[in-house]
């Protein structure tokens, strides 16, 4: 079954350093969605793609947060300069245009910064 | 966007009992979702629940959805020690957007 991958699983990282997180959704789906979920708490919608276009990127911070899809398949999010208040789990989704209700996701990168 | 809110934070019921979590909302949706998610990885869709409908069935999973209460509940029936996990609702809006409550913590116990 096809699924959503991420990379790396994993990653600390300090205070100020930069960090960038990779994501390739399931083969054929135009939507992507990047979400950031701080322990305990439930995901939290950072950047929606649709294609190569943003179409939401309104709870990105945008000072220190980008994310593209250049080619409107794989994604890359980066955050420069990383805050101890970043560290979260950061996960990717994706959706196909006819069901467009229905998110999967893949198992997050859990960054750390120290 | 709205939440829902997800009651309880967190349950520990004994293997084959049955699990009910309820999430509330206070506006109007286009559907409700719900979603597991085990300890330190992505989410899985459960299942999914249109504003017309008031019940809805998958395997072991029963959703209901009262929209006047603005509430839906969850149960797991005859629960598994791999039912352990937390669960989600995901509202998804009239303008198509999908907001996701802290979600109900549970523990089936052998």
């Known amino acids: 079954e096809a699924e959503v991958a991420q990379s790396p699983r994993y990653k600390i990282t300090e205070k100020s350093q930069a960090v960038a997180f990779w994501c390739d959704p399931i083969s054929g789906h135009a939507t992507l969605y990047w979400y950031r979920q701080i322990l305990g708490q439930g995901p939290e919608l950072l950047v929606q793609f649709q294609d190569e276009s943003v179409v939401d990127d309104s709870q990105l911070p945008k000072d220190r947060f980008s994310a593209e899809r250049l080619k409107g398949v794989d994604s890359t999010l980066k955050i420069q300069p990383a805050e101890l208040g970043d560290s979260a789990m950061y996960l990717c989704a994706s959706s196909s245009i006819d069901r467009f209700y229905e998110q999967y996701f893949g198992p997050g990168t859990r960054l750390t910064v120290t | 966007s709205q939440q829902g809110e997800e009651d309880p934070q967190a349950l520990s019921i004994q293997e084959g009992e049955n699990a009910t979590m309820n999430c509330s909302y206070k506006t109007s949706i286009n559907n409700l979702q719900w979603y597991r998610q085990n300890s330190g990885r992505g989410l899985v869709h459960l299942i999914l629940i249109r504003s017309n409908e008031r019940e809805k069935h998958s395997g072991r999973l029963r959703v209901t959805l009262d929209t006047s209460k603005k509430s839906s509940s969850l149960l797991i029936t005859a629960s598994r020690a791999a039912d352990t996990a937390s669960y989600f609702c995901?509202?998804?809006?009239?303008?198509?957007?999908?907001?996701f409550g802290a979600g109900t913590t549970v523990t089936v116990r052998a």
């Open positions: 995901a509202l998804l809006s009239n303008d198509y957007k999908l907001s």
